[in-house]
């Protein structure tokens, strides 16, 4: 980039880098690096396996604790990896929730029935 930088917008166009990043490696001599990406964006079957049963036993739900326990065992991967691994399981989780409605009423508003059969009873009941 250094060297090409004496030829004005050519160097930029031929490099496909913008005016600035151009300036910026002239002016502090810079010289050009190697961006390291994470390799493991998304986890494999056995791993997302754990994280999910992990995920519903003792970390109850926080994917920064299944990250810790992964990592513990090998597995490298960010936060937002797990969380995306275990999203679908989560929104069942969740629907499974919402679906459940309790319905509360105020004392004496609504009766409760049991079909079940007692040996206690009224006098009335038991002559006739």
Same mark, same amino acid.
């Given at each position: 980039? /250094?060297? *090409?930088?004496?030829?004005?917008?050519?160097?930029? /166009? #031929?490099? $496909? &880098?913008?005016?600035?990043?151009?300036?910026?490696?002239?002016? +502090?001599?810079?010289?050009? @690096?190697?961006?390291?990406?994470? #390799?493991?964006?998304?986890? +494999? +079957?056995?791993?997302?396996? #754990?994280? =999910?049963? *992990?995920? +519903? $036993?003792?970390?109850? $739900?926080?994917?920064?604790?299944?990250?810790? /326990? /992964?990592?513990?065992?090998?597995?490298?991967?960010?936060?937002?990896?797990?969380?995306?691994? &275990?999203?679908?399981?989560?929104?069942?989780?969740?629907?499974?929730? =919402?679906?459940?409605?309790?319905?509360?009423?105020?004392? @004496?508003?609504?009766?409760?029935?049991?079909?079940?059969?007692?040996?206690? $009873?009224?006098?009335?009941?038991?002559?006739?």
């Amino acid at each position: 980039m /250094l060297s *090409l930088a004496g030829e004005g917008n050519g160097s930029r /166009l #031929k490099l $496909g &880098v913008a005016r600035n990043t151009v300036r910026r490696y002239v002016r +502090d001599q810079a010289v050009p @690096g190697v961006q390291v990406h994470i #390799k493991q964006r998304r986890l +494999d +079957d056995a791993a997302r396996t #754990k994280a =999910v049963s *992990l995920f +519903d $036993g003792t970390v109850e $739900g926080n994917a920064v604790v299944v990250q810790e /326990l /992964l990592a513990s065992d090998g597995v490298t991967a960010g936060v937002r990896t797990i969380q995306r691994a &275990v999203e679908v399981h989560r929104r069942e989780q969740r629907a499974a929730q =919402v679906a459940t409605v309790r319905f509360e009423t105020a004392p @004496g508003e609504q009766m409760q029935i049991d079909f079940a059969r007692s040996a206690c $009873g009224s006098a009335a009941m038991r002559s006739s």
